[in-house]
């Protein structure tokens, strides 16, 4: 399949990390399987530290989170929207109010901001790492520290074998045991046990049998690292004549100590230590004391990629040839744990898909979103039945629930929303969904599935021969042979079930028999 809006050598790239602590914006020039630096800007926003007693963003960290976003926004003036990719991780994952600040971000930026899950931050982050380390069969274990979770990830070569991701982060725990700023053994204790609680449940995963070598990407550990390396040219770790890209054990413990000498975040000197990171480094380093105790870590290689470079690695590859979609390969193992009835789901797929593309002139959408949309059409086919394995009755909701509340591979949050919202439609009265009914594309995809359904409820592949599905204004058509009326009695009866439930809705559902009257749903002017 040819792809569109293809890279060349003179595209660039961009990508941008909303973290809980720092934005970033990071963009790249593609040449030869390698992404190429061209421009680097970095604010610390610190959003993670703003979150009221509610979870609930404040209003002061939204306004500092667009002001930067909006400086970003003006860097990025001209770049195609598919060149462009902007995520944010823990704090926006945990803020109630994270739609409000979502809508207002993409305005200021410019581009669409995804809300990614745990996983696929973990995902993407070893994506990062694993593109800018030599290639080698190593097994790697790669963690990653921010400013409200954790993340870790074992690997080999580009692939993911195993990822988990802890909401245990430097921002958070700096707040919480060295709120005033004072550093203490017993503050330092307290932190180190806590941290060591909630890292214990994933502990056994990422023993050292599990990896050869250990990497730590970004925040806390590139902090801590640079540290350690204006340390190691004094007399104070001389002794360890380690690289600058080396974290060890020792001088953790060394770091630990020059803290609570300092007694408070306002009086530490330490060369190498940023103003940025003078508030939240106690708490990243109790977590990663934590980390190097429960895994038995000797020594720790900084690495030089991070999330921003997973997302223009994931950007490219999309963009320059026949990759396969992490997120097929993720539907299908999430159809598989739930034990789905594979033949039926691809039947609903085919019948769905085959409808779609009958209405794809009536929905004057570019090729590219036109592929998206069908894609997500195909996934919640694949899914609308995994809430089945629960109970049968209900399971659209069960389905529903499971995808909206499930982390994934390769997926944004408001993906997985739309498919849930998708899911959770594909029968029965259409009132039930908070949906946006104004949305073409959204229309389009839900008549496709639910007519998918009636068509295969003997849970056998249709015959599609003479049958016709389009979109004029707010009315869709179905036009069938007339020989269905006495074949199929069942089939007319859910069709004429599927005219009534678009009556509460703004759309007509209109069901033609060839050479004869049609039956029809009208939207009343108090619905619409």
């Given amino acids: 399949m040819k ?22 914006l990071e963009i790249g020039r593609y040449d030869s399987g390698q992404i190429l630096r061209v421009d680097y800007l970095k604010e610390t926003v610190r959003q993670g530290g703003d979150l009221d007693e509610n979870r609930n963003l404040k209003p002061e960290a939204i306004a500092r989170g667009l002001k930067c976003l909006a400086r970003f926004g003006e860097r990025l003036k001209g770049f195609l929207p598919v060149h462009v990719r902007a995520v944010a991780t823990q704090t926006l994952r945990e803020a109630r109010n994270r739609d409000e600040f979502i809508a207002q971000a993409k305005i200021a930026l410019g581009y669409d901001v995804e809300v990614i899950s745990g996983v696929e931050e973990a995902r993407l982050i070893y994506q990062g790492v694993s593109r800018l380390l030599p290639q080698s069969d190593e097994r790697r274990l790669v963690l990653d520290i921010g400013g409200r979770s954790t993340e870790f990830i074992l690997g080999q070569n580009f692939d993911v074998h195993s990822t988990d991701s802890l909401r245990v982060g430097s921002v958070a725990w700096s707040l919480k045991y060295f709120s005033g700023g004072e550093l203490t053994e017993r503050a330092f204790i307290r932190g180190e046990v806590a941290a060591e609680s909630f890292l214990d449940a994933v502990a056994h995963i990422y023993q050292h049998q599990a990896w050869d070598i250990a990497y730590g990407a970004s925040g806390t550990v590139g902090a801590v690292a640079e540290i350690l390396s204006y340390a190691n040219q004094n007399t104070n770790l001389r002794e360890n004549n380690l690289p600058a890209d080396r974290i060890t054990r020792s001088g953790l413990d060394w770091l630990r100590n020059e803290l609570i000498r300092a007694k408070h975040t306002d009086d530490i000197v330490l060369s190498g230590l940023k103003d940025d990171r003078r508030a939240v480094i106690a708490g990243g380093l109790c977590i990663l004391l934590a980390v190097f105790d429960l895994l038995g ?193 069942q089939t007319c009866y859910l069709l004429e079930e599927e005219v009534i439930a678009w009556q509460k809705t703004n759309w007509n559902f209109k069901v033609s028999i060839q050479d004869r009257p049609s039956v029809t749903s009208h939207a009343s002017q108090a619905d619409s």
């Fill in 3 to 24: 792809k569109v809006n293809a890279i060349n050598a003179d595209t660039l790239l961009a990508a941008v990390d909303l973290g809980s602590n720092s934005f970033r």
């Fill in 297 to 489: 870590i000797e020594e720790l290689i900084v690495a030089k990629g991070a999330l921003r470079h997973g997302l223009l690695y994931d950007m490219a590859a999309e963009n320059t040839s026949d990759v396969t979609d992490l997120r097929d390969a993720s539907v299908e193992r999430l159809a598989s744990r739930f034990s789905i009835d594979k033949t039926h789901a691809d039947n609903v797929a085919a019948v769905a898909l085959d409808f779609f593309d009958d209405i794809r002139d009536n929905l004057n959408s570019e090729n590219r979103q036109y592929i998206s949309l069908r894609r997500k059409l195909y996934w919640a086919a694949q899914l609308h039945e995994i809430g089945q394995a629960i109970s049968h009755a209900e399971s659209h909701r069960h389905s529903a629930y499971i995808i909206d509340n499930t982390e994934i591979m390769g997926f944004a949050q408001s993906e997985l929303h739309r498919l849930s919202l998708l899911v959770l439609a594909h029968k029965g009265k259409l009132k039930k969904i908070e949906a946006d009914f104004f949305d073409r594309g959204f229309v389009a995809q839900l008549i496709c599935l639910r007519l998918a359904v009636i068509f295969c409820h003997a849970r056998q592949m249709p015959n599609l021969k003479n049958l016709k599905v389009s979109i004029d204004g707010q009315t869709i058509h179905l036009t069938m042979p007339e020989s269905w009326l006495s074949e199929f009695p």
